[in-house]
């Protein structure tokens, strides 16, 4: 388990705005048996507690959101499969529900983002993965981002090389988001 608290502010004078999230994440193996039966299963959850104090404001639909405070709750859920030892899959649902309340009045729903995954470990030391992301918009659910990449640890982090260096990797990847999501 973990907790964490992540805060962000600016100060765009004349108008400012922070944000501070407070985070519980957990997870645990929910199918294992013995050590080499496959596949491996594991759930991880986390509830976060969201406050955001802002000058900004902006009128939406028949309400105004921004201009005061707000503060809101979110659930996040998310399942992963280890099927053998070097191929990993995984799902998660962000924002599953999650809001922040106005001090306007208003209420806003914060879109529910679905995630998607793959790991496949070559070597001990060669990894390549892939994600897509589905993000819950005005027009339904759709992809809205996918990634793909992978790395190469050239040291095995248990030895120093030359006195200094411990690990040293080779990391790449790519991204595409797509418009108007």
């Avoid at 707000?70 to 030892?85: D, E, I, N, T, W």
């Avoid at 790991?119 to 819950?136: K, L, N, W």
Wanted: no cysteine; aromatic share 12%; net charge neutral.
């Amino acid at each position: 388990f973990g907790l964490s608290w992540n805060r962000f502010a600016a100060n765009l004078d004349p108008e400012t705005w922070s944000e501070d999230a407070f985070t519980y994440a957990g997870a645990t193996m929910i199918s294992s048996g013995a050590d080499d039966a496959w596949p491996k299963l594991a759930v991880g959850w986390q509830g976060k507690y969201l406050r955001v104090d802002s000058s900004f404001s902006d009128s939406i639909l028949d309400g105004t959101v921004g201009g005061g405070t707000a503060s809101g709750y979110g659930v996040s859920l998310g399942l992963m499969a280890k099927l053998r030892p070097s191929l990993s899959i995984g799902i998660m649902a962000q924002d599953l529900y999650s809001s922040l309340s106005w001090a306007t009045g208003t209420l806003e729903i914060i879109p529910m983002v679905g995630r998607a995954g793959v790991a496949y470990r070559i070597t001990d030391s060669t990894q390549v993965s892939g994600e897509v992301r589905g993000r819950q918009g005005s027009s339904g659910f759709g992809m809205s981002i996918w990634h793909l990449g992978g790395e190469h640890w050239l040291f095995d982090g248990k030895t120093f090389m030359w006195n200094t260096v411990r690990n040293f990797g080779v990391r790449g990847g790519y991204y595409n988001q797509m418009a108007n999501r």
